[in-house]
């Protein structure tokens, strides 16, 4: 599938932008109405089938990165999806991708299922619906996360306001740590290589401040939040991403990860993660 066949382009009557792939069901840019590019996307990503793209909004599932026996982050992100819906309302676009069980996705993860991700823009907010169905007659148990990648200009100046008082898994470390303050993230000196998996974050509201630029995070249906950057090192190791390509992102991340989704038979689970500019540069 080529990267002009499955792109799909929403604008609202505001001016708000987005541009998706059918390629794993992917958000790849999202321009809030009067406000420049908030999504990262490395311009070294491949678009090629059975490939996933790095940057934007990819869709782990049905496993969170190598938490499990699949192949890392699931297949969700490498699949072909189906559009479903398109529309522009009054004050808003959408568009609704749909991903269900096949033979390839059987022969990984027995399950019968159906996956929905709706995207919506407006003025200045993006939101992210996930949507699973078990249309299997056992249950069925996942992982998930949104991986949002956003854009940075000067990570030295980036703080992550919300978190304090958190639990989380340090992945660089292997350890169990708490989060006692606002998160300072600084590029040369201070956080690098950084691979945390907060629990319990639930609806509290989450800010990513950058100079006078404020973007809030608001969650609804996922219990946990992940913050990555690969730092300098991991990434000139990434052969999709350019050597300096860390200093211009952050993953703010709405997932379930430490409680796994268990879903009944017959029965649904839904996820949003909403961005909001609240302040641009």
Known sequence: MSTESSSITLQSPDGASAKLSLHGGHLLSWKP??????????????????????????????????????????????????????????????????????????????????????????GRTLDIEL?????????????????????????????????????????????????????LLTGENGVLDLDRVYFGVKERPLLVAEDRRQVAFRHQGFDDTVVWNPGPERCAQLPDMPPEGWSEMLCVEAACIGRPIELPAGESWVGRQSLELLRPR
């Open 33 to 122: 109405a009067g406000a420049p590019e908030q999504l990262y996307l490395s311009p070294r990503s491949e678009f090629a089938p059975g490939k996933a793209i790095r940057g934007g909004v990819p869709v782990c599932f049905p496993q969170f990165s190598d938490r499990g026996s699949l192949p890392k982050h699931g297949f969700a992100r490498t699949l072909p999806w189906e559009l479903v819906q398109q529309q522009q309302g009054k004050d808003d676009a959408l568009a609704v991708m749909r991903l269900r069980d096949s033979d390839a996705t059987r022969a990984l993860w027995p399950h019968a299922f159906e996956l929905e991700l709706s995207v919506r823009i407006g």
């Open 131 to 183: 949507a699973c169905e078990n249309l299997g007659d056992a249950p069925l148990q996942f992982t998930t996360a949104l991986h949002t990648y956003l854009r940075v200009a000067d990570l030295d100046a980036v703080s992550v306001e919300g978190l304090a008082g958190l639990r989380y898994w340090d992945n660089i470390k292997k350890a169990d740590a708490l989060q006692r303050m606002d998160l």
